[in-house]
């Protein structure tokens, strides 16, 4: 089955510590990226990637870190995750070619204290 | 920049009605992706519906259909014979055509309430 997966589905931490969730996909697609949802506020986009070793900034990347090392992962990386960084997180990709659509993980609900 | 604005945080309708979400968008760009995605009690996003700018043919999904006005910049969804399985939260998205980042727009997000 084509699909994103996205771990933890949940995760509660404490301001500081490190974390990292991980985002894998199985179609083989170049460009994957992540997103984080507040309310109010719709989808952010954090960061993205054209394809292996390529990573770039979107909207709101302070505090955040990724890399792509393989064409099927994508990781986010909170180095020092503090209260603001709580929110539900997305991972998602798509081939570079038609059609267009957007493939979503089911989505990482992080609680930072 | 462009943005993205949906106007209703909150819209209800009976089981079986037909119901309509806005959606405006902002944009100087003549080519480009509107999209609408679900997003039930799971937090899933689910694809809908998509129109492409150059098309004037509003696009259809089976009980989803848009009304794509490009002059007005105005994308609405519109829902038929609602059903119980219809609440969610939904929201607009845009995408430019020649963006190589393939970036997702987003509104705010209407959240829709089915009353049996």
């Known amino acids: 089955e084509a699909q994103v997966t996205q771990n933890p589905r949940y995760l509660i931490t404490v301001t500081g510590k490190k974390l990292t969730v991980t985002c894998s996909q199985n179609m083989n697609h170049e460009y994957m990226s992540w997103y984080r949802q507040d309310p109010g506020l719709g989808l952010r986009q954090i960061y993205y990637s054209m394809n292996v070793e390529v990573t770039d900034k979107g909207d709101v990347p302070e505090g955040y870190k990724v890399s792509r090392k393989e064409k099927r992962n994508f990781p986010l990386i909170l180095e020092s995750p503090s209260p603001n960084q709580t929110s539900l997180y997305f991972c998602?990709?798509?081939?570079?070619?038609?059609?267009?659509?957007?493939?979503f993980g089911p989505g990482t609900r992080l609680t930072v204290l | 920049a462009q943005t993205v604005t949906q106007s209703q945080p909150e819209m209800s309708v009976q089981e079986a009605e037909t119901v309509t979400l806005s959606c405006t968008y902002d944009?100087?760009?003549?080519?480009?992706?509107l999209f609408w995605y679900k997003q039930p009690p799971s937090r899933q996003m689910i694809l809908v519906i998509r129109?492409?700018?150059?098309k004037q043919q509003n696009a259809t999904e089976n009980r989803f259909s848009v009304n794509f006005q490009k002059a007005a910049k105005s994308f609405s969804l519109k829902i038929s014979d609602s059903q119980l399985g219809d609440a969610a939260m939904y929201f607009c998205?845009?995408?430019?055509?020649?963006?190589?980042?393939?970036?997702?727009?987003w509104g705010a997000g209407t959240k829709l309430i089915i009353k049996p």
């Open positions: 944009t100087s760009e003549s080519d480009y992706y």
């Open positions: 129109q492409e700018a150059y």
């Open positions: 998602a990709s798509r081939t570079t070619g038609s059609p267009n659509e957007q493939f």
């Open positions: 998205a845009y995408r430019e055509i020649m963006d190589s980042n393939y970036q997702l727009i």
